[in-house]
């Protein structure tokens, strides 16, 4: 096939399984994913797994867990939602997204039993469900030797949790997508401790105490061991550095100073300390022995990306993209930028789902942004520019509050607004509110990429 025709092919594919119901929309059962597994002879059982759940933190630790795998030497497929740029980004094979050849092939292999399940079963395959059975399809012919899985939401129902991982790992909850999980801490637990499974690991970031109560009980009640930020392991150091920070991390087994993390944010090197503690976890069940070896872990994690997270996409203004899309994600990083960065003027381009708890999300932003700049992205479910320039304006004063139709308008007019009367070379702009928002930024200001 040509590159155009291979080209062609993808997009056609890439547009059956979007029609499908969106992964916003959830109708709790594993049934569907399972009738598929099954008639493909349940390729998610050939490797082993480490499953990551949680609220905030879900994407960068798993490709920090990754990262520390393949410094291993072992072959890893990482599954994660949701993308930034292209749906194949979330079927990752030895660190590169799958190709678009090969996500045809893989999507047209398991193709007739999806129709078959669709047949059997009331309600048709969602788009998630549909991506999640290519990914293990992909990673047991691949083979790989670990998947890195990253529940999509919740967890006890999440189309993911039919592995039975050897490591579980529960970045911090908070509260978000209440449509469907509960609307407090502890009972929004109760629903990611479903990929905690007898036998296994449980690498638990820190929690709050309600949270911690409900994840320690359902360890004990099915036999799980259990690893905790704080006590087992966690980050006994840190200090900011130029694209970074530097970080002194305790695990398991071991101790890893000195290790440069490219990212900003308190959170980002708890993100680390986890990431460390599960592939410790995971080694002490392989052979070879448990700990990591220093300089691997360092290696791993100062290469490290987090694509669409503090990243600085462009200067001069400094133009900084990221994804929060919770209330405790945003104070996570209004943080990390107050730390990271020094600003004499910082504008917001904000662009919120309309499902979201937008009030709770632009708070955090007040006492950081001089002024902000509300918009839509590219997702129906974006919150009108009209609707949102109203709730900002109740928290940051009409004064400050800008609108405009489209993110690449938004763009233009926070850099005028940076610029006029910010000192050279110390402004920047912060776009931020969704993924999707995050996504659309990077696509605009570097290009269309893999």
Do not use: C
């Amino acid at each position: 096939m040509s590159t155009s025709g291979a080209g062609e092919r993808y997009a056609e594919v890439s547009a059956q399984i979007l029609s499908r119901a969106p992964e916003s929309e959830i109708d709790p059962t594993l049934e569907r994913v399972r009738t598929v597994l099954d008639l493909l002879g349940d390729p998610q059982r050939t490797f082993r797994v480490i499953h990551v759940a949680g609220t905030n933190g879900k994407t960068s630790t798993a490709r920090m867990i990754d990262a520390l795998v393949r410094a291993r030497g072992l072959r890893v497929g990482r599954y994660t939602s949701p993308h930034l740029r292209t749906v194949r980004e979330r079927i990752v094979v030895d660190g590169e997204p799958i190709s678009e050849e090969r996500f045809v092939e893989v999507h047209d292999d398991i193709r007739p039993f999806i129709d078959m399940a669709d047949e059997i079963n009331d309600t048709p395959l969602s788009f998630f469900e549909i991506l999640t059975v290519m990914a293990y399809a992909a990673f047991a012919d691949t083979p790989v030797d670990v998947a890195v899985v990253e529940v999509g939401m919740g967890g006890r129902w999440d189309a993911t949790n039919v592995v039975d991982a050897d490591v579980a790992v529960i970045t911090p909850i908070s509260i978000d997508h209440t449509e469907y999980l509960p609307d407090t801490p502890g009972g929004i637990a109760e629903e990611k401790a479903g990929v905690i499974k007898p036998g296994s690991v449980a690498v638990l970031a820190q929690q709050q105490v309600p949270v911690a109560e409900v994840l320690l009980e359902q360890a004990a009640e099915i036999g799980a061991t259990v690893a905790r930020e704080g006590l087992e392991f966690g980050v006994t150091f840190r200090e900011i550095a130029v694209g970074g920070q530097q970080v002194h991390l305790k695990g398991l087994t071991a101790g890893y100073e000195g290790i440069f993390l490219p990212l900003f944010g308190e959170h980002q090197a708890s993100n680390a300390a986890v990431a460390v503690a599960a592939v410790e976890a995971f080694s002490a069940g392989s052979e070879g022995g448990p700990a990591l070896a220093p300089e691997l872990v360092g290696e791993a994690l100062t290469g490290i990306e987090a694509p669409g997270r503090m990243e600085v996409v462009r200067t001069s203004p400094t133009i900084i993209a990221d994804a929060a899309h919770n209330p405790a994600g945003m104070i996570a990083t209004a943080a990390a930028v107050g730390e990271a960065f020094s600003f004499t003027k910082l504008v917001g381009v904000v662009a919120i789902m309309a499902d979201k708890d937008v009030e709770g999300i632009l708070e955090p932003l007040e006492p950081l942004l001089d002024e902000i700049v509300v918009t839509r992205n590219s997702s129906p479910r974006s919150l009108e520019p009209a609707r949102l320039t109203h709730l900002a304006q109740e928290i940051f004063g009409e004064d400050r509050v800008h609108a405009a139709p489209r993110l690449d308008d938004a763009i233009d007019r926070a850099v005028g607004l940076a610029e006029e009367d910010g000192e050279f070379g110390g402004v920047g702009v912060l776009i931020t509110g969704s993924v999707v928002t995050s996504g659309d930024a990077v696509h605009l200001l570097r290009g269309a990429g893999k």
